[in-house]
């Protein structure tokens, strides 16, 4: 034993930098150990109804299109989260939410969540009309197929076609999922028209204030059919007739009240992905932890460790 240890003192920078090798070479090799932990896993939805076409908010000084800037906001979330962060993209339309994939970890699929989120636009809808609390009931059904908790930021303009009243307006008493959802408002807070496109998303004019099918907050039945587009949809024919459209911040807020939600302003800034990265860990997954760091120290460290006893002759002296 007491040739071990003298033998170790005698070859100790040796052994310290053999044993820095080896946390290097572990750094490099092997940086990740499979854990089990608390993750941040969101669901993010965004509204693909016409309304979300409206053009009343700035981006980079730029007038731009409520899609437009949902897709904004999206991509900077997650440029702005951790490795170690999932995401599910998905769409609301009519009544009802359609998933585009399932939960991927932000830093080894970065490119085809961003391209998924380019993509988003209001063909991506199935049918007409808007109705926001039926899309929160069908977003409970999601939520079970994503088999794993999860915080959904819904990116909304609150328009909802036909209007809600006492005849059609949806109980939501039972919705559980209350606490998960976060309603990011998106657009203005004074009405401007709607823009409407025809099936090859070329601009012919502005939604109608008494179009038949009434639902410039959604795509229109007749959409789906694209015989009914020739030459083009039914427009507004004057400034006067214009079916005009804001955020219904109000509507979001009691929405988000009646199921024990949350809403906050979709803007531009700081505050906003402050706020989407303060919320609490929704999952808890078997995900890659990143030892890199560790090893790194370790052996930094252990090199340092190497300069000791040099270190320590040099301070005997002085006292």
Not at 19 to 44: D, G, R
Not at 265 to 284: I, L, N, T
Request: proline share 4%.
């Amino acid at each position: 034993m007491k040739k071990t240890i003298a033998l170790l003192k005698e070859h100790h920078e040796t052994v310290l930098l053999a044993s820095a090798l080896l946390f290097l070479l572990l750094a490099l090799l092997k940086p990740q150990v499979q854990l089990k932990q608390e993750v941040h896993n969101y669901l993010m939805l965004a509204d693909v109804s016409q309304s979300m076409n409206a053009e009343d908010v700035k981006l980079n000084g730029q007038t731009v299109s409520r899609m437009a800037y949902t897709r904004h906001l999206m991509k900077k979330v997650v440029e702005t989260s951790p490795c170690g962060t999932y995401f599910s993209v998905g769409v609301f339309a009519a009544e009802n939410v359609a998933l585009l994939f399932t939960p991927m970890e932000v830093c080894a699929n970065y490119d085809v969540i961003m391209d998924s989120i380019d993509h988003l636009e209001w063909r991506m809808a199935w049918r007409g009309n808007s109705r926001l609390s039926f899309g929160v009931k069908a977003a409970a059904s999601v939520f079970d197929y994503l088999n794993a908790p999860a915080q959904m930021l819904f990116f909304t303009d609150g328009e909802e076609a036909p209007k809600v009243n006492a005849i059609n307006k949806l109980d939501l008493s039972d919705v559980q999922i209350g606490k998960n959802i976060v309603f990011v408002g998106v657009g203005g807070h004074q009405p401007v028209p709607v823009p409407r496109y025809n099936s090859s998303n070329k601009w012919v004019g502005f939604w109608s204030a008494d179009t038949k099918e009434n639902s410039a907050g959604a795509v229109g039945v007749e959409y789906n059919d694209t015989s009914k587009d020739e030459p083009d949809p039914i427009v507004a024919s004057a400034e006067f007739d214009r079916y005009l459209s804001q955020q219904d911040s109000d509507y979001l807020k009691s929405l988000a009240q009646e199921i024990h939600g949350s809403y906050i302003e979709g803007e531009d800034k700081v505050d906003f992905y402050r706020y989407v990265q303060a919320q609490k860990p929704a999952a808890s997954f078997t995900a890659p932890y990143n030892m890199r760091w560790f090893y790194l120290s370790i052996a930094g460290l252990l090199v340092l460790l190497t300069f000791l006893p040099n270190a320590m002759m040099r301070w005997r002296p002085m006292n």
